[in-house]
T-cell receptor, first 109, second 110 residues
Framework: KNEVEQSPQNLTAQEGEFITINCSYS?????LHWLQQHPGGGIVSLFM???GKKKHGRLIATINIQEKHSSLHITASHPRDSAVYIC???????????FGPGTSLSVIP | EPEVTQTPSHQVTQMGQEVILRCVPI?????FYWYRQILGQKVEFLVS????????KSEIFDDQFSVERPDGSNFTLKIRSTKLEDSAMYFC????????FGEGSRLTVL
């Protein structure tokens, strides 16, 4: 079983839709990252969470440490949000980051 | 905003050759990481480096790979005797709780 899982694997949405991507993990963590990878390959860190909720523009990330679950929400989705969204957890020692398989999002105009 | 820089952006090499990928992490960061992403697959952890030594490495990081911080600023990944299956995007990151990624170095082994 993978230590970090994401759902859905692929997601197609109409512009303007509210989008939720889920991440669950099975290891002890110090932090959870939501990353965005565009078709060119570069990776950008969107959020780093250790508890609660963070908001940046149209993006909202939440984490429930007890349930070992995090969600990334995108409000009023736009075609430029099309990318792969990756959940990655940093183990408690900071030594290792385990990546989820990614969720490929396509937002259609 | 501080950034992690990687060179080269793309390298093509013949199978069996040695390759060195370079990274300049953010200067006050303590942890440095190398990751790999084979085309179409998920990002995989290779190695972390702290206090001038390897902190943890994955099963992928075998004797073919080595990392160094030769001059206190650059952080290098050396791949000896490259194989076809080493073709991938290699990402460097620095930080600790907060991660900052480089743009990646694409390695193509022919």
């Amino acid at each position: 079983k993978n230590e970090v899982e994401q759902s859905p694997q692929n997601l197609t949405a109409q512009e303007g839709e509210f989008i939720t991507i889920n991440c669950s993990y099975s290891v002890g963590i110090s932090a959870l990252h939501w990353l965005q990878q565009h078709p060119g390959g570069g990776i950008v860190s969107l959020f780093m969470l250790s508890s609660g909720k963070k908001k940046h523009g149209r993006l909202i990330a939440t984490i429930n440490i007890q349930e070992k679950h995090s969600s990334l929400h995108i409000t009023a989705s736009h075609p430029r949000d099309s990318a792969v969204y990756i959940c990655a957890v940093m183990k408690t020692s900071y030594d290792k980051v385990i990546f989820g398989p990614g969720t490929s999002l396509s937002v259609i105009p | 905003e501080p950034e992690v820089t990687q060179t080269p952006s793309h390298q093509v090499t013949q199978m069996g050759q040695e390759v060195i990928l370079r990274c300049v992490p953010i200067s006050n960061h303590l942890y440095f990481y190398w990751y790999r992403q084979i085309l179409g697959q998920k990002v995989e952890f290779l190695v972390s480096f702290y206090n001038n030594e390897i902190s943890e490495k994955s099963e992928i990081f075998d004797d073919q790979f080595s990392v160094e911080r030769p001059d206190g600023s650059n952080f290098t990944l050396k791949i000896r005797s490259t194989k076809l299956e080493d073709s991938a995007m290699y990402f460097c990151a620095s930080g600790g709780a907060q991660l900052f990624f480089g743009e990646g170095s694409r390695l193509t082994v022919l």
